[in-house]
């Protein structure tokens, strides 16, 4: 079933049916297509760019029956407020005729409103192209498909682990186009843990694939009847899909990370024991010590952060590391609660300590070109507090924060803003970490003080990816936990390490700098021969040995 066949669309629903528009205004040839749809959508659901022009488009699925003016206001509303250029109103099924006299009148007063019904769209699927854009893998995603390929034609099972910014959604995508060319009539699921993971996953792989291969989402919202072709899905929807006997030829995970030894995972890869299965992470490790292997096999290919920005596919990074000089004793016994190290920044919050992350950011900020810059926060309460802090510095006015407290809507806003500039700094808590794409960021701020060394990496992935004009990132790490500082001083090593390294020539090495010279050389003697400090779970409060002379 084509994606815009009409029983396709009315299978769609109204939550679905926008995203099948989406995904052929891609076709058609648009650019920057952004679902803005929800409270405040000011009457428009998708905006989108075609040879510099801003469309605002309106879409209205109905079981039946026609679409009248009300969604030409509406859209006509949505065209002022955004300053679009353009405006649709679209619909699976048809416009009454108040409709379009509605859109001849207000045609005699500005730009024209388009209308496309249901028969506009199926007979529009006949003339875009088969695909869109150009997929050109690179070396080492070359490599990887290769071995992928190999490792599931020999045992069905396949695990990619590919450091954040080096493209393991562009690696699953041509995996499954692959597999659909072998055999076409099977069905592919992709799935996540997490419903936002899911909706950006099902964009990601339209490029890959061609529109002959109809795509869907499967969560607790929409409920498709038809899952040919691809299906992306949140785990405990697929495992209740997989119970009725849904049985897809290959199953991608994303975020492979989150499988356990037991749950859902667990049960949804024994119920679709027949599959293939295609695991792809970025970060491998999980804080219950299970090890994923055993669900998905070894490593059929790995490329970390360190190897990613030697061969000169991520931006190099100047690292600096700010170890606290706080005495904690005195901290405790200041505190009323006696909260310490452990508390800081969900019980305990140290203003002093935030102006001094404020005044480094300012340093980067002011040696940075088209500085944007993302801090990771311990909690929500202390996101708010450091975008207050940010915002009462003059430089900073936009500084915003974003975080799991905020209405979707809102955060979609604030991220949105942020992409487009009009935000300069946000601060975060884990909402970045997975599935988050931001490219622009070349200021990463660690103000956390925890360590986990998946949350780490992810983070330290966000500022990663490069874009053109950006090779750097600076990263400011604020350190009060001891892992944090080995796993720093790991990567350190790494990029120094010794050995035949390809590095493109404009590139520059990696810099990693402790605030305190005296500081780096003490921990590296302390922390080299200790390689299972970096991921131990127990906490670590950071001390140093006593450098005075003992008393006699």
Same mark, same amino acid.
């Given at each position: ?419 487009? =500039? @009009?935000?300069?700094? +946000?601060?975060? *808590?884990?909402?970045? &970490? ?6 622009? $960021?070349?200021? /990463? ?53 010794? =050995? @035949?390294?390809?590095? +493109?020539?404009? *590139?520059?090495?990696? &810099? ?6 005296? $500081?780096?050389? /003490? ?30």
């Amino acid at each position: 079933m084509r994606f815009l066949d009409a029983a396709s669309l009315l299978d769609s629903g109204p939550l679905q049916f926008p995203r099948r528009i989406e995904r052929l205004l891609w076709h058609l040839g648009f650019s920057d297509v952004s679902n803005i749809d929800g409270s405040g959508d000011e009457g428009g659901d998708i905006l989108a760019l075609h040879k510099g022009e801003t469309w605002v488009i309106q879409c209205k699925w109905k079981r039946h029956g026609a679409v009248g003016a009300d969604a030409v206001d509406e859209v006509a509303r949505a065209r002022d407020h955004y300053r679009a250029h353009k405006a649709v109103v679209v619909t699976n099924t048809r416009f009454s005729p108040d409709a379009r006299k509605r859109v001849a009148n207000l045609a005699r007063l500005g730009p024209g409103i388009l209308l496309w019904g249901g028969t506009d769209l199926t007979t529009s699927f006949d003339r875009v192209p088969p695909r869109f854009g150009r997929v050109t893998p690179r070396p080492y995603q070359t490599e990887a498909l290769q071995e992928l390929t190999a490792d599931l034609d020999a045992s069905g099972r396949a695990l990619l682990v590919l450091a954040t910014g080096l493209g393991k959604t562009v690696v699953g995508g041509e995996m499954i186009a692959a597999h659909l060319r072998r055999v076409p009539q099977d069905q592919v699921l992709v799935v996540a843990h997490a419903k936002d993971l899911v909706q950006q996953l099902e964009r990601a792989l339209w490029r890959h694939l061609p529109k002959d291969v109809p795509t869907r989402l499967l969560t607790g919202d929409t409920r498709p009847d038809d899952l040919s072709g691809l299906t992306c899905a949140t785990v405990g929807s697929a495992l209740s899909a997989a119970r009725f006997g849904y049985r897809p030829g290959l199953v991608m995970i994303d975020e492979a990370h989150h499988v356990g030894e037991e749950g859902q995972y667990d049960e949804l890869l024994e119920l679709l024991s027949s599959a293939r299965h295609l695991g792809v992470t970025a970060t491998p490790w999980r804080g219950d010590k299970h090890d994923i292997t055993h669900q998905l096999g070894a490593p059929s290919f790995s490329l970390g952060i360190e190897e990613g920005m030697r061969r000169g596919y991520l931006a190099q990074v100047d690292y600096r590391l700010f170890v606290d000089d706080i005495d904690w004793d005195i901290v405790r016994e200041a505190s009323d609660h006696s909260y310490g190290l452990a508390e800081l920044n969900a019980k305990l919050f140290l203003p002093q300590r935030d102006e001094a992350i404020r005044d480094e950011l300012a340093t980067a900020w002011a040696g940075t070109r088209n500085p944007r810059a993302i801090v990771f926060c311990r909690t929500i309460e202390h996101a708010e507090r450091l975008a207050d802090m940010l915002r009462r510095t003059p430089l900073w006015s936009g500084a915003l924060a974003i975080h799991a407290g905020l209405a979707k809507r809102e955060r979609q806003n604030r991220l949105l803003a942020f992409r487009a =500039g @009009e935000v300069p700094i +946000l601060t975060a *808590i884990d909402i970045l &970490n997975e599935g988050v794409d931001v490219p622009d $960021v070349n200021i /990463l701020c660690f103000a956390r003080v925890t360590h986990s060394r998946r949350i780490f990496v992810q983070q330290l992935g966000r500022g990663l990816r490069l874009r053109e004009g950006k090779e750097r990132v600076t990263v400011l790490d604020f350190v009060s936990d001891l892992r944090r500082i080995a796993a720093a001083l790991k990567l350190k090593r790494a990029l120094d390490g010794d =050995g @035949e390294i390809e590095t +493109l020539a404009k *590139i520059t090495p990696s &810099n990693i700098d402790f605030s305190d010279q005296k $500081v780096a050389t /003490l921990m590296d003697e302390w922390i080299k021969d200790a390689a299972s400090l970096e991921t131990a779970y127990d906490e670590h409060r950071l001390q140093f040995p006593s450098t005075r002379a003992p008393q006699e």
